[in-house]
């Protein structure tokens, strides 16, 4: 398995920008596909955005196309989420995770707090 720490989550403002990083640990990091997700306050895990072993390939949910992007520094063992033009509902507990570019992810990060005032 992986090992996953998330950090770069705050308070921002409504328009800003943050840019979430994900370390991973563990051999197999630069040959895992790697996925972000979050959950709001009282609602379910949600996919945002994942990212082939190699970055060739990414995939975006619908709601974040075009403000969020997602890269990876294999050789730093290291994913990112850069995330533009944010508002409050992107307000959430951001992860990421490592396993199959469309599921199922078998390692996961702690969470960073992301929130967004209006």
């Known amino acids: 398995q992986v090992q996953l720490v998330e950090s770069g989550g705050g308070l921002v403002q409504a328009g800003g920008s943050l840019n979430l990083s994900c370390a991973g640990s563990?051999?197999?990091?630069?040959?895992?596909?790697m996925g972000w997700f979050r959950q709001a306050p009282g609602k379910e895990r949600e996919f945002v955005g994942a990212?082939?072993?190699?970055?060739?390939?990414?995939y975006y949910a619908e709601s974040v196309k075009g403000r969020f992007t997602i890269s990876r520094d294999n050789a730093k063992n290291t994913v990112f989420l850069q995330m533009n033009s944010l508002s409050p509902e992107d307000t959430a507990v951001y992860y990421c995770?490592?396993?199959?570019?469309?599921?199922?992810?078998?390692?996961w990060g702690q969470g960073t707090q992301v929130t967004v005032s209006s």
């Open positions: 995770a490592a396993g199959r570019l469309l599921g199922p992810y078998d390692s």
């Open positions: 990212i082939s072993w190699s970055g060739g390939s990414a």
């Open positions: 563990g051999r197999t990091f630069s040959r895992s596909d």
